[in-house]
């Protein structure tokens, strides 16, 4: 049972990067899903979450509004993560995990965290 992220790069400032997660041994459609990000010298951050399948809400963080989208393909048991008009303060190392969707992303304990992918935005 586990996440696979992937999909990270280097990015110029206004560029765009989608981020997969890709699970394996569950399928994502029974789960809250979410994107999480650690940045040099800061914790790691709820960025976004989709919950199961049954009502599919969406979270994100006041930073990433009107230029991130989660998004679930049921078929290919992947979410996600569209980033467009990048930023540097969007650079970091982002995971994904089973979570809830409480008053932010919150981690469930199903799968470890994994290996994460590195998103760098720079000119």
């Known amino acids: 049972v586990q996440l696979q992220a992937s999909g990270g790069g280097l990015a110029l400032p206004g560029g765009s990067l989608r981020l997969s997660c890709a699970a394996s041994?569950?399928?994502?459609?029974?789960?809250?899903i979410g994107w999480f990000r650690e940045a040099p010298g800061k914790e790691r951050e709820g960025v976004s979450c989709i919950s199961s399948s049954s009502d599919s809400r969406t979270y994100y963080i006041d930073s990433v509004k009107g230029r991130f989208t989660i998004s679930r393909d049921s078929a290919k048991n992947t979410v996600y993560l569209l980033m467009n008009s990048l930023n540097p303060e969007d650079a970091g190392v982002y995971y994904c995990?089973?979570?809830?969707?409480?008053?932010?992303?919150?981690?469930?304990?199903?799968?470890?965290w994994g290996q994460g992918t590195l998103v760098t935005v720079s000119s």
């Open positions: 041994g569950f399928s994502v459609d029974s789960f809250g």
């Open positions: 995990a089973t979570v809830v969707i409480g008053r932010q992303c919150e981690r469930t304990s199903l799968t470890p």
